[in-house]
């Protein structure tokens, strides 16, 4: 808790001060004490089920579906009591965690319950004639409840971590619109089968065993897909573990293609894959000699043609891994330039995969602003110039165009190696910036 900043703790502070104010007004005109307790119980059912990921116990709570239900069965101060729920969160240890979570919800759920009602919707009742005016209460109850989670989401993440509150929104609300969609969805129609079928209580195995059920499958696919990292972060280890001067360079180029592709509006799988073509672009390099690698002056013919073998080297790897698809032909052909001077193949414009196109603009821009055993780093301004300079001839220029327009809004972190290089080896970060203005030199020169 030592490590929480002050400005952190302040807010939350605050917010549960105003959270206490919310149950405060709840307990006011207290609701139906048998109704409260049957989604009590299904609240805390929704919170005692987790999964272990990546050796991490973690929830995967159904609550917030049963507060939103709660808007229409029993009104805004059952929602606001419900959501107090959170706080019993029983695999979160972390004090300032509780109470934030606690007391956001309950935030949430009272300014989604006072929507609910501002608009005129039904409480106690939704039969088939308050369809289809409770639409639109509802609807915007759902909103509020999401709107408010994630503001009260972006301020935290800013004072504790400095990020930009675009980049939060975007990642945010990206995350979480589509669940509060479907909360939205499952909430109506549970409180659709408790109040219009006359259900009651007995809508909630009705509804939730198949939600549980469908919790559990995704937690078995959480789970192999934390397998599939393991496997990637153990062979990029090996890589790193070999050349030094690239430690944290698969990680950088990865993030760069994930730049890209999200400036492209790649969909969201392939957008994955190409997220770990990026992180095993340099796999082959395990086939390369460490002195070739580490090399301080110019490689001979020989040393080159050495290097030249990693991308081939590097789909052998993997080729038997199934996961990565399209991945391999962006690792196999990340050398490639528009021109026809790259290898391993030699091919040229749309001939290269689009995932090779993509790393190649990536990966290069990292090795020029990154220092290697062979010369020191470039700043993130030349290296933006080079870019500019290899566009149609080396680089394809979409993917240039791309990547400059989100670095011009996200920035880059560049690794400092050499003397700054902390002492167990792992490189530094600075945060730059960059100018749509810069210009500058050869991008063809970063052949390893």
């Not at 937690?219 to 990292?229: G, L, N, R």
């Not at 090399?295 to 080729?319: C, N, W, Y």
């Not at 030699?346 to 290069?364: K, N, S, Y």
């Amino acid at each position: 808790m030592s490590d929480v900043p002050r400005a952190v703790l302040a807010y939350v502070a605050g917010l549960v001060v105003v959270a206490l104010g919310a149950v405060g007004w709840a307990l006011s005109n207290p609701p139906s004490l048998s109704t409260l307790a049957w989604l009590s119980l299904a609240c805390v059912a929704t919170h005692l089920r987790r999964a272990e990921i990546g050796g991490r116990s973690v929830a995967f709570t159904l609550s917030s579906l049963i507060v939103m239900a709660a808007f229409p069965i029993a009104g805004a101060e059952a929602a606001t009591l419900l959501a107090l729920w959170s706080a019993l969160d029983f695999g979160v240890r972390d004090p300032v965690k509780l109470s934030y979570n606690g007391a956001q919800d309950v935030v949430c759920a009272a300014l989604g319950g006072l929507a609910y009602e501002q608009m005129g919707g039904p409480v106690g009742h939704l039969n088939a004639e308050d369809f289809p005016a409770a639409l639109a209460p509802f609807s915007t109850a759902v909103l509020v409840h999401a709107a408010t989670n994630v503001v009260l989401l972006m301020v935290v993440l800013r004072l504790a971590q400095g990020a930009t509150l675009r980049s939060l929104w975007r990642s945010i609300f990206a995350r979480t619109a589509p669940a509060y969609i479907g909360y939205g969805i499952v909430g109506l129609l549970l409180a659709s089968l408790w109040l219009g079928v006359g259900l009651g209580p007995l809508s909630l195995p009705l509804l939730l065993v198949p939600l549980f059920i469908a919790r559990w499958v995704f937690a078995q696919y959480a789970a192999e897909k934390e397998s599939y990292e393991a496997t990637v972060r153990t062979l990029i280890q090996a890589v790193e573990t070999k050349d030094h001067y690239t430690r944290g360079h698969s990680e950088r180029v990865s993030k760069g293609s994930v730049m890209i592709a999200r400036e492209l509006k790649m969909a969201d799988d392939r957008v994955e894959s190409l997220r770990y073509a990026g992180l095993l672009h340099d796999l082959g390099k395990l086939g390369v000699p460490t002195r070739i690698l580490q090399k301080t002056g110019r490689l001979t013919s020989d040393e080159f043609a050495a290097v030249q073998q990693h991308p081939m080297r590097g789909v052998e790897i993997v080729r038997d891994i199934e996961f990565l698809g399209e991945a391999r032909a962006g690792i196999l052909h990340h050398h490639e330039r528009l021109d026809g001077l790259g290898y391993p193949m030699g091919l040229q414009g749309e001939q290269i995969p689009e995932f090779a196109r993509v790393i190649g603009v990536a990966d290069a821009f990292d090795a020029m602003t990154t220092a290697r055993s062979y010369r020191g780093a470039r700043s993130v301004e030349e290296a933006v110039g080079e870019l500019r300079r290899g566009r149609g001839s080396q680089f394809d220029p979409r993917m240039v165009d791309a990547f400059l327009e989100a670095l011009a809004r996200d920035g880059w972190q560049t690794a400092a190696v050499g003397a700054e290089r902390a002492a167990d080896g792992a490189p530094s970060y600075v945060r730059t910036s960059v100018s749509e203005s810069v210009g500058g030199g050869d991008a063809g020169r970063e052949s390893r």
